[in-house]
C-alpha cells in the first residue's frame, strides 16, 4: 500500500488538470472513485454483478480502467449502460452463436453449404504465397465484435473517451514491441475487442498501424492506468484466472494456457501492490468456473453480487445521498440518441482479394432509407456467410452527401486457396472395414465476378477425383440475371460385392465411371439452387473375384449414358452432423440415350431429410427414392444398401440394383457431458426400411426389408462418430465402429 506522500502528489497532478474533462469537479466532500476491471474471459461477467451493488448503495464511478473482458464490461457501462441493461443484454446471448467460427449455416449459400456438408469446416487450413496457412484464432470474433458495434453506436461521434459519460481507459498489447497500449480515443468497439484479443483464441487486431493482443499480458489489473486519471479511492475488482496445477499441464493446451496465466498473474501482483489503505479490492470466489464459462452468466452475476455486498461496509464511506446520486447520474448521461440519419451510401472497405460490391443488391441495407442497426448486424451475417472474411464488422461516416455506411471487411490471411480434410472409417464386428481419406481444395475469386475452382481427392476404398469451375455470370447477386455455369468432371472406383440368399460373397466387381458435365444454373440465395445442363457418363465393370457365372464381356464394355441432366438442391438443415432443425432436398433427373438400350434411358433419384427437436431430443426422419434403366444382362446397378442405417445388421452394400427404396426414422439425445475433443455426445436409434431391386418394376411396399439400430454418437471435429448395434427383421445382427455421415 502506499502512504501520503504517493497521495499528496495524487492531489496535485488532479489539481493541475483541474481544467481538463478527467478532472471535472466531483460533489464536495467527496474523494474522485475509479473503478478498475480485470480481464479474465467469462469471469469477467462477475462484474456486472459488482456494478449492480454499486448502483444499489449510490456509489459514483468517476473514471473506469479495464483490461479485456474487464474493459468490455468497464466500456459499456462508461457508454451510458446501466448494470441491469448489461445483465439484461448479455445474459440473452447464445454465447455459442457469439463466438462461432461461422453463421447460422441457414444463412450460407448453397456452394458453402455443400462444403459443409461433406468436409467438416474445423479443419480449415489454406494456401497463401506458397506456404500453408492456418486461421490466427481458434475462435470467431466476429460475433463479438457485431455485438459491441450494436451497443457502442450512440458513441460513434464523441472526440474521445474522456467524452464518455464516465471516462475510460482501455488497455492492449502490441504485439510487435510488447508494450502496453492504453487507449483513450477513437472507435470504442474496436478499442473495447482490441484488449480481448486473447492469444491462440482469437487474432490480433490491428489499430493505427499497430498489432494489438490481450491486455492482460501486461497490465491485467490497471490501478495505475485509474490513478492516471485522477482516481483518488480505486474500487479493484480481480476476477483473473489462478494457476494451475500439474494435472492440468500435461497438454500443449494446458501449458499454454498456464504460460499466459502467468504472465497475468505477474503484473496483477505488481497492480495489487500499488493499492492503497483506502482502496477496496473484491476478489470474487469463482472457484473452478472457468475463462469459458459464457453459458453460466447468471451464476458469474450472482457471484459478483455476493462479493461486493461483503465488502458494503468497505463501500459504503463513498455513497452519496439519493439526490445527489441522482444528479450524479443525469449530470453523466449522452443526450438523447437522435434519429436514426439517412444513409447516403454503402461502401465495402478493406478487402484486396475479393469484390463484396457483388453483395450490395441482396444487403437489407439500402441508400435512401434510414440506417437501421439490426439491419447492419443481419448484413454482416450475409457478407461472413461468404467464407471469405476473417471479420465484418461495419461503422456509420460522415460524408458531404451524408451518412454512409461503412463495412469494414478483413480478408482470411490463410485464403484464397482453401483446403480441407475429411476422414471416413467403419468396421464392424466381422473384421470387415475401409477407410477414405478426403481432400478438397477451393481457390475464391478467380476474377471479378467470383468464379471458383474447386477440387477434391479421395483415397482409400473408394476413390474419387472431381473438378469443377464454377463462374457467375452477373456482377451483382440476387437479381434476375445472377445465373451461373458450371463445367464439373468426376472418375470414380466403386467396389461392388454380391451375395447369395445367405449372406455369403459370390464376386467381387469394380465399377469405374467418367462423368463429365456442363451446367447452367440459378442460385436461389440462402435457400438453395437449381441446374440444367449436358451430362455424359461412361461406366465400364471389372471383376476381381467371382464363384457364379458371369457375362464378363458384356461388362468390359464400355457403357455410356449421354443425355440432360436437372437438378434441384435445397439446404435449410442447422447442422450437418445431428441437426436439431430444418431440412434438406435434393432431386436429380437424367433423360437420354445409353449404349446397350435401343430406347430412351433415364435415371431419377430424389432423398430428403426433416428433423424436428422438443428440448434436448430430436426426431430425424429420412427418405431416398432412385430408379434407373435396367442393362440387360448386368448383376447389380449404381445403387446399393447395407451397413449401419442403411439397413443395419446387413454388410456394407449388400444388396445392389436397379431401383431403391429407404426410409429411416431416427431419434437421438444430447446428453449433458460431452467428451474430450467432441462438441457434444448422443444416445439414439433408428428405424430403419428399404430394400434395392435388379428391375424397377419388381419394386413393392410389402417387399421393404426392416432394419433399426442403436447407437451412442459424438460430434467430433473430422466428423460424426457412432459405436453402434444393428439387426434386421431376419435377425441378422452388426456392430458398427463409424466414422463419417451414414
Not at 444454373?521 to 449436358?534: D, K, N, S, T, Y
Amino acid at each position: 500500500m502506499r502512504g501520503h506522500w504517493a497521495r499528496a502528489l495524487l492531489g496535485a497532478f488532479v489539481l493541475a488538470t483541474s481544467g481538463s474533462a478527467l478532472a471535472a469537479e466531483a460533489p464536495a466532500n467527496r474523494p474522485k472513485v475509479g473503478l478498475v476491471l480485470s480481464g479474465g474471459g467469462a469471469r469477467g461477467l462477475t462484474h456486472i454483478g459488482v456494478l449492480k451493488v454499486l448502483e444499489r448503495e449510490r456509489i459514483p464511478v468517476d473514471v473506469i480502467a479495464g483490461t479485456s473482458m474487464g474493459a468490455i464490461i468497464g466500456g459499456l457501462y462508461a457508454s451510458g449502460m446501466s448494470a441491469s441493461a448489461l445483465e439484461r443484454e448479455l445474459k440473452a446471448l447464445d454465447w455459442e452463436q457469439v463466438f462461432a467460427n461461422r453463421v447460422d449455416r441457414q444463412h450460407l449459400s448453397q456452394r458453402r453449404k455443400e462444403e459443409d456438408y461433406a468436409f467438416s469446416a474445423a479443419l480449415e487450413l489454406g494456401l497463401r504465397e506458397g506456404e500453408l496457412r492456418a486461421p490466427q484464432g481458434t475462435v470467431s470474433s466476429r460475433g463479438l465484435e457485431v455485438l459491441l458495434r450494436r451497443l457502442t453506436l450512440p458513441t460513434r461521434d464523441l472526440p474521445s473517451f474522456d467524452a464518455l459519460p464516465i471516462p475510460f481507459r482501455a488497455v492492449a498489447t502490441d504485439m510487435e514491441s510488447g508494450e502496453a497500449l492504453v487507449m483513450d480515443q477513437g472507435d470504442l468497439a474496436t478499442a473495447l475487442r482490441a484488449s480481448m484479443s486473447v492469444p491462440g483464441v482469437f487474432s490480433p487486431i490491428e489499430r493505427n498501424d499497430r498489432l494489438l493482443g490481450d491486455g492482460g499480458l501486461v497490465n491485467n489489473l490497471p490501478v495505475d492506468v485509474a490513478r492516471r486519471l485522477g482516481a483518488e479511492r480505486v474500487i479493484a475488482v480481480n476476477v483473473g484466472t489462478p494457476l494451475s496445477g500439474r494435472e492440468a499441464l500435461g497438454s500443449l493446451l494446458g501449458l499454454t494456457t498456464q504460460m499466459i496465466n502467468i504472465l497475468t498473474e505477474q503484473n496483477v501482483k505488481r497492480s495489487l501492490a500499488s493499492l492503497w489503505d483506502e482502496d477496496v479490492l473484491i476478489n470474487p470466489g469463482l472457484g473452478s468456473l472457468t475463462a469459458a464459462d459464457f453459458e453460466r452468466a447468471s451464476e458469474f452475476i450472482r457471484i459478483g453480487e455476493a462479493s461486493a455486498e461483503a465488502l458494503v461496509a468497505e463501500l459504503r464511506p463513498l455513497s452519496l445521498s439519493a439526490a445527489q446520486y441522482a444528479r450524479w447520474r443525469t449530470e453523466r448521461q449522452l443526450q438523447g440518441e437522435p434519429a436514426p440519419p439517412v444513409l447516403a451510401a454503402l461502401r465495402m472497405d478493406g478487402s484486396q482479394s475479393t469484390r463484396p460490391e457483388r453483395w450490395l443488391a441482396v444487403l437489407d441495407s439500402k441508400p435512401g432509407d434510414p440506417f437501421d442497426v439490426r439491419k447492419a448486424v443481419r448484413d454482416t451475417r450475409l457478407l461472413a456467410a461468404s467464407g471469405d472474411y476473417a471479420r465484418v464488422d461495419f461503422h456509420l461516416e460522415a460524408s458531404p452527401a451524408g451518412e454512409v455506411l461503412v463495412f469494414d471487411l478483413e480478408d482470411k490471411p490463410w485464403g484464397p486457396n482453401y483446403l480441407k480434410l475429411g476422414l471416413d472409417l467403419s468396421t464392424d464386428d466381422r473384421g470387415l472395414g475401409s477407410f477414405n481419406l478426403r481432400l478438397s481444395h477451393n481457390r475464391h475469386w478467380l476474377n471479378s465476378l467470383g468464379g471458383e475452382w474447386r477440387n477434391q481427392l479421395t483415397i482409400g476404398r473408394a476413390p474419387r477425383l472431381f473438378s469443377e469451375w464454377y463462374q457467375p455470370l452477373a456482377a451483382q447477386a440476387g437479381t434476375r440475371s445472377d445465373w451461373f455455369v458450371s463445367a464439373w468432371g468426376e472418375a470414380q472406383l466403386k467396389r461392388t460385392a454380391l451375395f447369395d440368399t445367405a449372406g455369403q460373397t459370390t464376386a467381387l466387381l469394380r465399377r469405374r465411371t467418367l462423368t463429365a458435365a456442363l451446367d447452367l444454373g440459378q442460385p436461389w440465395g440462402r435457400l438453395g439452387e437449381f441446374r440444367l445442363g449436358l451430362w455424359q457418363e461412361a461406366a465400364r465393370w471389372h471383376s476381381d473375384i467371382n464363384t457364379v457365372p458371369l457375362p464378363l464381356d458384356r461388362l468390359n464394355q464400355v457403357q455410356r449414358l449421354f443425355g440432360l441432366r436437372a437438378q434441384v438442391q435445397v439446404d435449410q438443415l442447422d447442422e450437418v452432423n445431428f441437426p436439431r432443425s430444418g431440412w434438406r432436398t435434393v432431386v436429380t433427373g437424367i433423360h437420354g440415350r445409353q449404349t446397350g438400350l435401343d430406347g430412351r434411358a433415364y435415371r431419377l433419384e430424389a432423398e430428403g431429410l426433416r428433423v424436428l427437436s422438443w428440448g434436448d431430443t430430436t426426431l430425424n426422419l429420412y427418405g431416398k427414392l432412385a430408379r434407373t434403366q435396367v442393362l440387360p444382362d448386368v448383376p447389380g446397378g449404381p445403387y446399393a444398401l447395407g451397413g449401419f442405417q442403411q439397413l443395419s445388421g446387413m454388410q456394407a452394400d449388400q444388396i445392389t440394383g436397379n431401383a431403391l427404396a429407404l426410409f429411416r426414422a431416427g431419434v437421438y439425445h444430447r446428453l449433458l457431458d460431452a467428451p474430450v475433443l467432441s462438441r457434444g455426445l448422443f444416445l439414439g436409434g433408428s428405424l430403419e426400411a428399404g430394400n434395392v431391386w435388379i428391375q424397377p418394376r419388381a419394386a413393392r411396399w410389402s417387399a421393404l426389408r426392416w432394419a433399426g439400430s442403436v447407437y451412442v454418437g459424438a460430434d467430433t471435429a473430422i466428423g460424426p462418430l457412432y459405436l453402434a448395434l444393428g439387426r434386421t427383421d431376419t435377425g441378422s445382427n452388426a456392430v458398427y465402429l463409424f466414422l463419417g455421415r451414414p
